[in-house]
């Protein structure tokens, strides 16, 4: 009886410090940086300058730690809008985004890197014409259409030839600061 109870006992605080020790998990820095840099990018997208909707979405998706991208969240919350709108920001799986419809003008922020589905998430921003970020290095070689790269100092990244792609110009003076990636 007493082997059981303190099996039980050994089960619970498990359960328990499993998500304290997640909830306590620090943000990498690369995370931090690119959700600090993220308003910028999509306020330099022209379509927003022209977009008569109220809101704009974006999207934080994750691969399997939802918990990372609802960190992330508070501080796109304390932005409030960009550009006249209000934000509308959602963590989504990346099966439920490449299932989904977003908003005609939304902005995705990957919060895990992409495996697999890169291929069909790359053409998914293009059919949908979404602005895609990842801050993770070497994804805007990869094809996504913008990030950052840190030198000596932080500069935003773009993938000239993603952005064509999916239909989205970025302002003239953001492009001559950023790094270009054709």
Not at 50 to 77: C, F, G, K, W
Not at 97 to 126: C, N, Y
Not at 158 to 174: D, G, W, Y
């Amino acid at each position: 009886m007493l082997k059981t109870a303190a099996k039980t006992l050994l089960a619970l605080l498990l359960s328990i410090a499993g998500p304290l020790s997640q909830a306590q998990e620090a943000l990498s820095p690369r995370l931090q940086i690119g959700i600090g840099i993220l308003p910028a990018i999509v306020a330099a997208n022209q379509r927003l300058a022209n977009d008569d909707a109220q809101s704009l979405s974006i999207y934080l998706v994750y691969q399997n730690n939802r918990h990372r991208a609802e960190q992330l969240r508070p501080a796109l919350e304390k932005i409030g809008k960009i550009r006249r709108h209000e934000l509308e920001i959602e963590s989504l799986s990346m099966t439920d985004l490449l299932q989904g419809d977003p908003a005609p003008t939304s902005a995705i922020f990957l919060v895990e890197p992409v495996g697999r589905e890169l291929d069909e998430l790359l053409a998914f921003t293009e059919r949908k014409r979404v602005l895609l970020f990842s801050p993770f290095v070497g994804d805007v070689e990869r094809g996504i259409a913008t990030g950052f790269r840190v030198t000596d100092k932080v500069l935003p990244m773009v993938n000239m030839t993603a952005l064509k792609q999916s239909n989205i110009q970025l302002k003239a003076f953001f492009l001559r600061v950023a790094v270009k990636h054709e």
